[in-house]
Every structure is written in structure tokens, then in C-alpha cells.
Nanobody
Framework: QVQLVESGGGLVQAGGSLRLSCAAS????????MGWFRQAPGKEREFVAS?????EYADSGKGRFTISRDNAKNTVYLQLNRLKPEDTAVYYC??????????????????WGQGTQVTVSS
């Protein structure tokens, strides 16, 4: 059974940093498309970043967020720098069965974690 477990969320002041981790178990995702999404209260879930043979970011995170992966640990990371109050959301890790490149579409992902809360105070 595939499981994705996020960690690293928390409360941080504006301008601060957090590093989110997503540990996968049940199968290896070393070549698969992985992504991070987020959902703020009252808003729809939105794309944040994706990694495959390439990397893609939403405009909101370009220059501030960095996605990476450690295939030996079957883990994907999202480094969040220069955080803003509008980055407050539950952040979800997602994994796809595909290896064809990054994707912004949540429908392309087959497995999801439970989410980790990121709260940025002003």
C-alpha cells in the first residue's frame, strides 16, 4: 500500500523559512512525477511545484520555493523561503504513476498525503 507522509510544517513569521518533507513508502517513486499542492481556507487546492526529469513552479513560489528529491530515501522536499502570510495553507504532497514530466494538474496525481499545515504570521 502506497503512503505519502508529509512533515515539516509549522508556524513561522513572515520572511522565515520551512522545509517540508514527503516520505513515500510502499513503492519507489525515483522516476515518477512528484508534486506539492496547497489549499488555504475557503480556497481551492492549487499547484505549488512539481519535479520529474524537469522542475516546474507556480508563479507564486518562483524564486522563493525549491523542490528537490532524494531517491535513496524515496523522499521529496519543498524548501519554503521568504514566506508570506498568503502562503498560509495546508501543503499536500502528491505522486503520479507517470514519468513524462512535471504536471500542474491535480488529476495527474494518483497518490496524496494527508497534508501538513503551514502558518505564516505577519
Amino acid at each position: 500500500q502506497v503512503q505519502l507522509v508529509e512533515s515539516g510544517g509549522g508556524l513561522v513569521q513572515a520572511g522565515g523559512s520551512l522545509r517540508l518533507s514527503c516520505a513515500a513508502s510502499g513503492r519507489t517513486f525515483s522516476r515518477n512525477t512528484m508534486g506539492w499542492f496547497r489549499q488555504a481556507p475557503g480556497k481551492e487546492r492549487e499547484f505549488v511545484a512539481s519535479i520529474s526529469w524537469n522542475i516546474e513552479y507556480a508563479d507564486s513560489g518562483k524564486g522563493r520555493f525549491t523542490i528537490s528529491r532524494d531517491n535513496a530515501k524515496n523522499t521529496v522536499y519543498l524548501q519554503l523561503n521568504r514566506l508570506k502570510p498568503e502562503d498560509t495553507a495546508v501543503y499536500y504532497c502528491a505522486a503520479s504513476d507517470t514519468i513524462w514530466g512535471t504536471s500542474r494538474m491535480s488529476a495527474q496525481y494518483n497518490y496524496w498525503g494527508q497534508g501538513t499545515q503551514v502558518t505564516v504570521s505577519s
